[in-house]
């Protein structure tokens, strides 16, 4: 249990604009959006860089030839060399993860100052030679090679077809479900309309471009300069002119009479953010001012192969649980729109007591959530879901919403690959 | 010892060409078997169409086993007929649907029919089988699965309803014959008063694919033996300690390994002159050796202390240990008598008491092998066939005695299977024996191992008594 006195706090947190993958920033990798973040969150909270511990980074496609990438922008950044860095992978949770483990460090006492986050660039992932090829080329990588061995690898490189690079996707490893196939399951299994879909995806957009013409998003968002000399200042994903007609148009791509489009999917990101954390004891010594704490966190898996999304169902209520608070007491509700049929399906499980009976041992649902305290300012389906970094962008968002909306607590939950659920609790500081 | 027909109706060319040239050879199919250990959801993604008549018993414990198991269901009949399937669709993701018969989705093809006839009670009833089941049969896909839910008809009130009951199972039987081609089964469940719920592991069991070679079978649900507190889907037996005897090879070693991959210790008994073969079994399936001759007056003692002083005592016995010593009775000498009663049915019986008096725990399951030659007679089997017969007796009485432990008793009928023991009969007989089942085919060890495996498991407390048949719906003793 952690000691009242040695709670971690949130300060502050700011992340990249979020844009379409292959666009904007298609020049930098993860290690470069990670930079931007974190250099936008030292200049803006002024944190003296001699107080920093380490940085904790959530990624999901790591690249290959420097995997830890926290290390990497430690190192970009000329931050103290002693500042230690580590990097956490949890498929779509990375970036709550990033943040869990920071948080956890501080409260057990083995760090004061922490800065977590993640980013993905989706547009530079790497693309695997298969493992035969990395065997054949073993001769060559290894000491001086001799003509024979060459020939030899050439040799082992036939036929071509069993040589070529495979495309990355976003596929299960244990069922090879592609993950929109699999919201597509779960959207005919709960009963999940097209026109619930649609409808939610455009409240999602109207909210995210509202939040954006008024500013509010304004202050988690820090401009990028790009390396091809460019300034990319906002998010390029949100559409404030879209409508249920308009998506209505749009046709399926997973299934042939399937329900799931490009606009009510998330689309593939690039982007990054972090989140500075530290003792309370800390804050109050450098004089800043913590805007929220973390009540609980839960993670939990359930069967790729059944329902590959619903791990929030489950999660959620367990994060509650272990902030010793029901459904009701939640001020704000906050969940990763990976698709808005997965963003449903889970809605409808929490608000059943079929579900509630059979898969929580509990006699009563866990409850309905009125929308108008579901994803306040929109979602990944508008704003965007590079994965590693949407935990971090959601535990900003909820922090700057408890205090400019005066409210106590805000409850997150997201879906991950492999079947994983995240939930957390969080709660205002004063 | 390979199956020749079945090599070349595995392969989809040569299969193709002696369909296109009208050869007049029965093609078998090639059967759909379970991989791996048992599966949390057995049914995952398969259709199941259900039906049932007024005054049925079985639909919400039907609803709660295939959304539990992973099924889609579709309901026949009357709206309300839906209602049981709601709530359990709502908790697992599989929101029942109605299906019109005269309006069948063309591209719907089923994994399984699931029919309610404990609500019969006239023979009028009957035509509801026909309603059901005509329309319906040709939407099989292949290795499907029928199951047709009934009351026992020796307990039934009236005479009308006692053979609208016992019409069930000439149907099933049939039935069994027309689909058996496609590698599809069918059977009947009878199911006592108060056991309904009782019915969920026996329907995961017959729906899945672990029951590919039991066809035309009937099987009997009551409620004798005390119901297990939990029942685990996946790795029942973790936990628990299982004898198998005669372990060293075929249908001994396969159970062992089956029973192994649902976190059984296995203990491998064998003789000692098989001291190699059992060994590499238990090594394979981590679990232990003993050996011991079942026909050694010791050897009930021996095996007692073994299963005390090593294991603390033993939670499943598979009685599997056989030999046949064939002979017409004018010919037989008395030493083939007597050896074959003696090791088939005598030790079985000492073996049994032994571990009743001591280190057999309460809520245990026993298995015991019969043979269809048990139940049907075979030429040259005089003394087999009475040991084997003596089983299903002793099996069905020691039942009663022992239900009150929480003890389920249950016996396998095994057909025609791939074994050292059918390789060894004369290449025309083995041939025709191979073909005259429903599926067309020699069953493997590792089917007769997932029926053992099943009445192994703390679910299997639905069944006691009784003798399974698995045997690919063989035509003999039918």
Same mark, same amino acid.
């Given at each position: 249990?952690?000691?009242?006195?040695?709670?971690?706090?949130?300060?502050?947190?700011?992340?990249?604009?979020? *844009?379409?993958?292959?666009?904007?920033?298609?020049?930098?990798?993860?290690?470069?959006?990670?930079?931007?973040?974190?250099?936008?969150?030292?200049?803006?909270?002024?944190?003296?860089?001699?107080?920093?511990?380490?940085?904790?980074?959530?990624?999901?496609?790591?690249?290959?030839?420097?995997?830890?990438?926290?290390?990497?922008?430690?190192?970009?950044?000329?931050?103290?060399?002693?500042?230690?860095?580590?990097?956490?992978?949890?498929?779509?949770?990375?970036?709550?993860?990033?943040?869990?483990?920071?948080?956890?460090?501080?409260?057990?006492?083995?760090?004061?100052?922490?800065?977590?986050?993640?980013?993905?660039?989706?547009?530079?992932?790497?693309?695997?030679?298969?493992?035969?090829?990395?065997?054949?080329?073993?001769?060559?990588?290894?000491?001086?090679?001799?003509?024979?061995?060459?020939?030899? *690898?050439?040799?082992?490189?036939?036929?071509?077809?069993?040589?070529?690079?495979?495309?990355?996707?976003?596929?299960?490893?244990?069922?090879?479900?592609?993950?929109?196939?699999?919201?597509?399951?779960?959207?005919?299994?709960?009963?999940?309309?097209?026109?619930?879909?649609?409808?939610?995806?455009?409240?999602?957009?109207?909210?995210?471009?509202?939040?954006?013409?008024?500013?509010?998003?304004?202050?988690?968002?820090?401009?990028?300069?790009?390396?091809?000399?460019?300034?990319?200042?906002?998010?390029?994903?949100?559409?404030?002119?879209?409508?249920?007609?308009?998506?209505?148009?749009?046709?399926?791509?997973?299934?042939?009479?399937?329900?799931?489009?490009?606009?009510?999917?998330?689309?593939?990101?690039?982007?990054?953010?972090?989140?500075?954390?530290?003792?309370?004891?800390?804050?109050?010594?450098?004089?800043?001012?913590?805007?929220?704490?973390?009540?609980?966190?839960?993670?939990?898996?359930?069967?790729?192969?059944?329902?590959?999304?619903?791990?929030?169902?489950?999660?959620?209520?367990?994060?509650?649980?272990?902030?010793?608070?029901?459904?009701?007491?939640?001020?704000?509700?906050?969940?990763?729109?990976?698709?808005?049929?997965?963003?449903?399906?889970?809605?409808?499980?929490?608000?059943?007591?079929?579900?509630?009976?059979?898969?929580?041992?509990?006699?009563?649902? *866990?409850?309905?959530?009125?929308?108008?305290?579901?994803?306040?300012?929109?979602?990944?389906?508008?704003?965007?879901?590079?994965?590693?970094?949407?935990?971090?962008?959601?535990?900003?968002?909820?922090?700057?919403?408890?205090?400019?909306?005066?409210?106590?607590?805000?409850?997150?939950?997201?879906?991950?690959?492999?079947?994983?659920?995240?939930?957390?609790?969080?709660?205002?500081?004063? | 010892?390979?199956?020749?027909?079945?090599?070349?109706?595995?392969?989809?060319?040569?299969?193709?060409?002696?369909?296109?040239?009208?050869?007049?050879?029965?093609?078998?199919?090639?059967?759909?078997?379970?991989?791996?250990?048992?599966?949390?959801?057995?049914?995952?993604?398969?259709?199941?169409?259900?039906?049932?008549?007024?005054?049925?018993?079985?639909?919400?414990?039907?609803?709660?086993?295939?959304?539990?198991?992973?099924?889609?269901?579709?309901?026949?009949?009357?709206?309300?007929?839906?209602?049981?399937?709601?709530?359990?669709?709502?908790?697992?993701?599989?929101?029942?649907?109605?299906?019109?018969?005269?309006?069948?989705?063309?591209?719907?093809?089923?994994?399984?029919?699931?029919?309610?006839?404990?609500?019969?009670?006239?023979?009028?009833?009957?035509?509801?089988?026909?309603?059901?089941?005509?329309?319906?049969?040709?939407?099989?896909?292949?290795?499907?699965?029928?199951?047709?839910?009934?009351?026992?008809?020796?307990?039934?009130?009236?005479?009308?309803?006692?053979?609208?009951?016992?019409?069930?199972?000439?149907?099933?039987?049939?039935?069994?014959?027309?689909?058996?081609?496609?590698?599809?089964?069918?059977?009947?469940?009878?199911?006592?008063?108060?056991?309904?719920?009782?019915?969920?592991?026996?329907?995961?069991?017959?729906?899945?694919?672990?029951?590919?070679?039991?066809?035309?079978?009937?099987?009997?649900?009551?409620?004798?033996?005390?119901?297990?507190?939990?029942?685990?889907?996946?790795?029942?037996?973790?936990?628990?300690?299982?004898?198998?005897?005669?372990?060293?090879?075929?249908?001994?070693?396969?159970?062992?390994?089956?029973?192994?991959?649902?976190?059984?210790?296995?203990?491998?008994?064998?003789?000692?002159?098989?001291?190699?073969?059992?060994?590499?079994?238990?090594?394979?399936?981590?679990?232990?050796?003993?050996?011991?001759?079942?026909?050694?007056?010791?050897?009930?003692?021996?095996?007692?202390?073994?299963?005390?002083?090593?294991?603390?005592?033993?939670?499943?016995?598979?009685?599997?240990?056989?030999?046949?010593?064939?002979?017409?009775?004018?010919?037989?000498?008395?030493?083939?008598?007597?050896?074959?009663?003696?090791?088939?049915?005598?030790?079985?019986?000492?073996?049994?008491?032994?571990?009743?008096?001591?280190?057999?725990?309460?809520?245990?399951?026993?298995?015991?092998?019969?043979?269809?030659?048990?139940?049907?007679?075979?030429?040259?089997?005089?003394?087999?066939?009475?040991?084997?017969?003596?089983?299903?007796?002793?099996?069905?009485?020691?039942?009663?005695?022992?239900?009150?432990?929480?003890?389920?008793?249950?016996?396998?009928?095994?057909?025609?299977?791939?074994?050292?023991?059918?390789?060894?009969?004369?290449?025309?007989?083995?041939?025709?024996?191979?073909?005259?089942?429903?599926?067309?085919?020699?069953?493997?060890?590792?089917?007769?191992?997932?029926?053992?495996?099943?009445?192994?498991?703390?679910?299997?407390?639905?069944?006691?008594?009784?003798?399974?048949?698995?045997?690919?719906?063989?035509?003999?003793?039918?």
């Amino acid at each position: 249990m952690s000691d009242r006195k040695r709670r971690a706090v949130v300060i502050e947190g700011v992340r990249t604009p979020f *844009v379409k993958a292959f666009s904007e920033l298609l020049k930098m990798d993860t290690i470069a959006l990670g930079d931007a973040a974190v250099s936008a969150l030292l200049e803006r909270t002024e944190i003296p860089r001699a107080e920093i511990d380490g940085i904790v980074w959530g990624g999901v496609i790591l690249p290959g030839l420097a995997p830890n990438v926290a290390r990497e922008i430690v190192l970009d950044l000329r931050l103290p060399a002693r500042v230690e860095g580590h990097t956490v992978t949890r498929a779509c949770a990375s970036g709550l993860q990033a943040i869990t483990s920071a948080v956890h460090a501080i409260e057990r006492g083995d760090a004061d100052v922490m800065i977590a986050g993640g980013s993905d660039s989706t547009s530079n992932a790497e693309i695997k030679l298969p493992q035969k090829v990395v065997h054949a080329l073993a001769p060559l990588a290894f000491g001086k090679a001799t003509p024979l061995d060459m020939l030899g *690898v050439l040799g082992q490189l036939v036929p071509l077809t069993e040589v070529l690079p495979k495309m990355p996707k976003i596929a299960e490893r244990t069922t090879g479900q592609v993950m929109g196939e699999a919201a597509e399951d779960m959207a005919r299994r709960n009963e999940i309309s097209r026109e619930a879909q649609d409808e939610f995806a455009v409240r999602s957009h109207h909210r995210a471009a509202a939040a954006i013409t008024s500013g509010r998003l304004r202050k988690e968002v820090a401009p990028v300069h790009t390396p091809d000399g460019r300034i990319v200042t906002a998010d390029t994903l949100v559409r404030a002119d879209t409508s249920v007609e308009a998506l209505a148009r749009l046709r399926p791509v997973f299934a042939k009479d399937g329900t799931l489009t490009a606009g009510n999917s998330s689309p593939l990101t690039d982007g990054a953010a972090a989140v500075l954390l530290m003792s309370e004891d800390k804050a109050r010594a450098l004089g800043m001012t913590p805007k929220a704490a973390f009540r609980s966190f839960s993670y939990i898996g359930v069967d790729p192969a059944d329902q590959l999304l619903m791990g929030p169902a489950l999660a959620m209520p367990k994060a509650l649980e272990r902030a010793g608070m029901t459904l009701a007491d939640a001020d704000l509700v906050d969940m990763h729109e990976a698709f808005a049929a997965q963003v449903l399906s889970v809605l409808k499980m929490l608000g059943s007591d079929a579900f509630a009976r059979a898969r929580l041992g509990r006699e009563r649902a *866990v409850g309905e959530i009125d929308p108008a305290r579901l994803n306040v300012h929109g979602g990944s389906v508008a704003i965007g879901h590079p994965f590693g970094a949407t935990g971090a962008r959601m535990v900003t968002t909820m922090a700057n919403e408890l205090v400019d909306a005066d409210k106590e607590t805000a409850l997150l939950g997201i879906c991950a690959a492999g079947g994983l659920g995240a939930g957390a609790v969080m709660e205002r500081v004063t | 010892m390979s199956d020749f027909l079945l090599e070349l109706s595995k392969n989809p060319t040569t299969r193709k060409l002696i369909k296109t040239v009208g050869l007049p050879v029965p093609m078998p199919p090639v059967l759909r078997r379970a991989k791996g250990p048992m599966e949390d959801r057995p049914l995952h993604d398969h259709q199941v169409i259900y039906g049932a008549t007024s005054g049925g018993a079985m639909a919400s414990a039907c609803a709660l086993t295939l959304a539990r198991a992973g099924a889609d269901p579709w309901i026949v009949g009357e709206d309300a007929l839906r209602l049981p399937f709601v709530e359990p669709g709502e908790a697992f993701g599989r929101p029942p649907r109605m299906l019109e018969l005269t309006e069948i989705p063309d591209r719907l093809r089923a994994n399984a029919l699931l029919f309610d006839a404990t609500g019969f009670e006239d023979p009028d009833a009957l035509h509801s089988l026909y309603e059901f089941f005509h329309p319906l049969i040709s939407r099989l896909d292949a290795g499907a699965r029928v199951v047709v839910m009934g009351r026992p008809a020796e307990a039934a009130a009236t005479p009308r309803a006692a053979a609208a009951q016992a019409a069930l199972e000439g149907f099933v039987r049939s039935l069994a014959k027309e689909i058996g081609r496609k590698g599809s089964t069918a059977q009947l469940v009878t199911v006592a008063p108060q056991a309904e719920p009782r019915v969920e592991p026996v329907l995961r069991f017959l729906l899945s694919r672990r029951s590919a070679f039991i066809s035309g079978q009937p099987l009997h649900v009551d409620a004798k033996v005390t119901w297990p507190q939990a029942l685990p889907t996946v790795r029942p037996l973790d936990g628990k300690v299982a004898l198998v005897t005669g372990a060293a090879r075929g249908i001994g070693a396969a159970t062992a390994e089956l029973l192994a991959a649902e976190g059984a210790h296995v203990v491998c008994l064998d003789r000692p002159q098989d001291d190699a073969l059992a060994s590499q079994v238990a090594q394979r399936v981590g679990g232990s050796v003993l050996l011991a001759d079942v026909s050694d007056p010791e050897a009930p003692a021996t095996i007692v202390r073994e299963l005390v002083e090593r294991h603390g005592g033993v939670d499943i016995v598979v009685h599997n240990a056989g030999i046949t010593r064939d002979k017409t009775l004018a010919r037989m000498k008395p030493d083939k008598w007597d050896s074959t009663i003696d090791i088939n049915l005598q030790a079985v019986v000492r073996i049994t008491e032994a571990l009743l008096a001591g280190p057999l725990r309460d809520g245990g399951r026993i298995v015991l092998l019969s043979s269809i030659a048990g139940i049907a007679g075979n030429m040259g089997q005089t003394n087999y066939a009475a040991s084997k017969a003596g089983i299903v007796g002793y099996t069905r009485t020691l039942a009663e005695t022992v239900a009150e432990r929480g003890i389920a008793v249950n016996a396998i009928a095994p057909g025609f299977i791939e074994t050292r023991l059918t390789a060894a009969i004369p290449v025309m007989i083995r041939e025709v024996a191979r073909r005259l089942s429903n599926l067309g085919q020699g069953g493997l060890p590792r089917d007769v191992g997932d029926a053992i495996t099943f009445l192994s498991t703390p679910g299997a407390a639905a069944i006691t008594g009784r003798t399974l048949r698995v045997c690919g719906g063989a035509l003999v003793g039918a």
